[in-house]
């Protein structure tokens, strides 16, 4: 009898070992296949740091260099007062931060009313503004051109911003997210006598945290990328934006560009998104762990 | 059922976005429309004071031209290859990312890393990787000074070098760079959007399946998949309507040429086609070039959400 | 409901249809775009005027200093500058702005941007300005005549100035501001030591090329930066036909550059040549290497001479000297070199007085030597006035020429000793589509190793369908 109990026991143990050793390399696995893409996806930030810090003749080698023989961050210095880098944050901060305050506001109302109102027309009209993402917005460049001009809003903070506030995809994508919250929760919010309003800032919102901060994150770097409209409506000295800024301090009448510098500015200005960045990802967490409803 | 007061409560939440959305949105479109109908339609010359004939002209050009099906063949072979390589990769990692506890945030940073960069910078770091410099390959007097990093690594392996993106080049070579580089600028967005569907999804769950012994492979395809569905679809309509938008990276790589030098214009898309026709100042043909982008999209997207239909679990 | 979205959708589009109908019907305004010089010349009133270019940081000091000098003349005449990126970026927004008439007075320009312009009328022309004989006077009591004196267009390099009338119909819509050209960098240090002679023409360059092949097997003797200006070169100084302003735009398939084609395409599979594209980089990279594959001459942008200099040793010295000569011609008697750079032009405006007020800025700056003279050294382009050579700052810039530490003043010396030699291709809308056209034809056309005539013709008539697509 105890016999046969011993038996049992041991054929347990070697399952929970195999077991083991299985979790162990499943484990290994996946590190091995995470480290493995972050390393991909790294390279190229390895190469414009590098870059950065190379001299020019250096940079211009046949047989690229690994790591810069001389390493030069006097790049950075030139690059900062070369682009006259402080002006152009500050604009670009500007505009970066009320156009994505503003935007939120306007993405939140508009999902909730697709997300949650009954209203007729209301599927049909989602189509529409879904179609209207399809459209390749060169094109709208040349109207909207005509249009600003008209309303006279040429080198202004508001030809920056106001264009762009309503994104069709942000709110697809928080659309989606307030579907996911149970309608049951609404329900009973209306019977207690919450007004939309409350129910929409004191449930949906820290529900949905994690979305409007990837919201925040994109919309920000829109603002701090943004090229082709900023060149067109607003290149002052007073509203231009960073990378208008940098491509006009780096085209030299030759054509031929000090690369180094060039990549020591483009660092320098992805340094306060990645700041940003860093500093949100901690609310993404927190948004993620507060979102656990009982189902 | 539709209550008259959530109804204005609706237009009343939508004002501010409809607003905005009929005076840079529509209107543009709407004007896009209009350009598209007038024969030969030109900025410049409408300045002038020119007149336009009515009709379907910029059409038939667009479609007669004989890069258009080139056009059109590539973009889609670029979507139909990088949606679901760069979906289920992300799948992979988002799902990996969400196991694991040591050093998943450190990870998760990097893989959010390529949003905070400057595509110039990027494009021209892809390139480097893949240029070979030197002359004459495939001849006898074959010369290379540097055959780039991707090459150097076969090498090392014992492999013979690949002429990737210079003369010479197979077209088959070109869409597999375009790939690599397409599929490694859309990962960071669908791992962001998988990973915050995923670390949505109850627990309960997953502990269920422990209790039962349910197979990992089990749990990803009966409720990983399922629950994460919403967000998949999101992520592959988003990339469709993307992946038919796909130009800049390809200049990014081949620059202004949209091709390997002997093939100028081989790897050209259909933006890339209106971009062309935007600089040569004809604008009718390229609002004509949009609209049948925009219908092919329309089919696609359509198409898309008939699938996810049957298959999406809200 | 998907089907009532479509529905709805082309509903919309018919009806937008029949609104573009409508839109359509706009009243014919003036066509001309000719400029006429209003009675009595500048007024003197206060106008301001915007002028876009590409120049960097050092070029708009210097620009800054001489826009101090015209306000002693003309203070009311406020000048605001813009930097807009390249020459693309700039022919973009100007085209953009033109549309809504929010064009600036005057801009850098190349003469296909000129074309492209024009298509909406809005490019001023100059010739009355040029011809006029209104006196304006200056805030320090001096007066000038409005337009140009003989002298003045006679120190302007010819092929410069010619420029501005390469749109078919004879009239002035540019004026040069400051240019560069191609020229042959070649290795004087090993020309010298193995008694290589500067090739002055095509057939002496192949030749050139075998000794150096010969001496050096694993070198690439020539390496050619622009394809595109390479064909355009080699029509102009065959005399070949390439384009035309007028009539039928696109006239380059012929057999004489067939020949040329064919020539080149034996001698890079001999291993003679490469090019930018071919290459996959500038081919100065080549040219100023040491070790490995190297080329021994370089033809490349004259602005781009230090490009072409090795990367000195750590005292000081280069490893080898650099050579600056002509390029290679068909007729050394009748030399032909390509005219690039920066030329400015003139828009309309609604008050002839900003055009004039332009005007009076642009003669100053293309006129002025001391500002050509200090422009040209700042930048590396060439001073489009031969007077300049007289500048006492310029002419000391240009006597301390070497193949090392001043291999820019060497440079622009070889440009203003072949002035006779400048040719501009004409420009009309389209040209740019041309000459992208040749420069990838050329390069297709290399590298073909079997049925090379078949692929040759083909190629031309491919090129040619391009270019009538495009127009």
Redesign the interface.
Known sequence: MSDTITMKEKNIQQVSAAQKTMQIL??FF??A???L??L??????Y??IISSLKTL?EY?L???TFFPQQIMFSNYAEAFT?ASLGQLFYNTMIVGVVSTLLSL???V??A??FAR????G???MF??????????G??????????V??LGW?NTYRVLI?????S??Y???LR?NF??IPNELYLAAKVDGTS?LKYLWKVMVPLSL??LI?IT?LKM?GSW?SYIWP??VA??EAHRMI??GL??????????VNYPVQ?AA?AL??AP??LV??FL?KY??AG?SR???K? | ??DSK??W???L??A??IV??L???????I??VRMSLLENYS?LQATAGAQFQFGLGNFLKVVRYRQFTQCLKNTCILCFLTVPISTI?AL??AV??N??KF?Q?G????????????????GM??A??FNI?GSFYGTENELI??AG?INNVIEFFGGTHINWINYGSSYAANIFVMVVYIV?NA??FKI??LL?GL??I???YYEAAKVDGTP?RRVFTKITVPLLS??LA?VVI?GF?GG??EYTSIVGIFGETMGPPDAAKRLNTM?GF??DS?SSNS?GR??AA?LI??AI??VV?LINNQVSKKRVH? | ??K??VA??LLATMLLGMLAACGGKKNPENQAGNFTVPEGGYDGSAVEITFYN??????STVLDAYIAEFNKLYPNIKVNY??????D?CRD?IA?EI??G?QPNVAYCYPDHVALYNMAHVVATLDDLISSKETVTRADGTTETLGLTDEQIADFIEGYYNEGKQFGDGLMYSMPF?K?TEVLYYNKTFFDANNISVPTTWDELEAVCAQIKAIDPNSIPLGYDSEANWFITMTEQYGSPYTSATGDHYLFDNDQNKEFVKKFNEWYNKGYLTTQTLYG?YTS??FT?LT?VRSYMSIG?S??AT?QRP?ANADGTYPFEVGIATIPQVDPSKPKVISQG?SVCIFQKSNPQEVIASWLFVKFLTTNVDFQAEFGMA???VPVLKSVAENEAYANFINSADGGNFVAALSAKVCLEQEEAYYTSPAFNGSSEARSQVGSLLTKCLVLTSDVDAQIDAAFADAIAECEYAS
Do not use: C
């Open positions: 499943v484990k996946t590190y296949f995470l480290i893409m972050a991909i996806v790294l390279f190229p930030f190469w414009m003749a211009r046949n047989v690229p070369t506001v306007i993405t109302l508009s909730f009313a109102l009954e209203f007729k209301r599927d049909t189509g529409l503004l879904l179609a209207t993402m399809m459209i390749p060169e094109l709208f460049t040349i109207t909207n051109y005509a249009t001009t008209q040429m106001i264009p762009f506030l309503v069709v995809f709110i697809y994508l989606q579907m996911q939309d994690p979305t990837s994150i770097m990328n060149r067109l290149n002052d990378t208008n491509r006009n301090a780096f085209t030299e009448t030759s054509g031929d990549m483009v200005v992805s998104l990645f960045f860093v990802r993404i967490m993620v979102s656990g409803i189902g | 059922m539709v959530q109804q409560k609706a237009w939440y939508l501010p976005a905005l959305l005076v840079f949105t529509v209107w543009p479109i004007n896009t900025g990769l992979l990692i990996a990312l196991s694991i050093l945030k990870l998760q940073t990097i893989f959010f890393l390529p949003y905070v960069t400057n595509s110039i910078a990027i770091v892809f480097a990787m410099v000074v540097t990093i490694w990962l960071p962001l959007v915050g670390q949505g109850n627990k309960q990992r919403p967000m999101y988003t309507i038919f938008k933006v209106i971009y935007l604008q390229a609002s949009a982008l925009f999209i329309l997207t809200y | 409901m998907k009532r979205t709805i959708m590409t120049m960097g940081s050092n070029l813009t930097s807009v990126g390249s020459y970026d927004q953009t549309t809504v929010n400051s560069s980089a990279g080549l290497s490995g942008s602005a781009g490009h990367a920066p930048s590396g382009y």
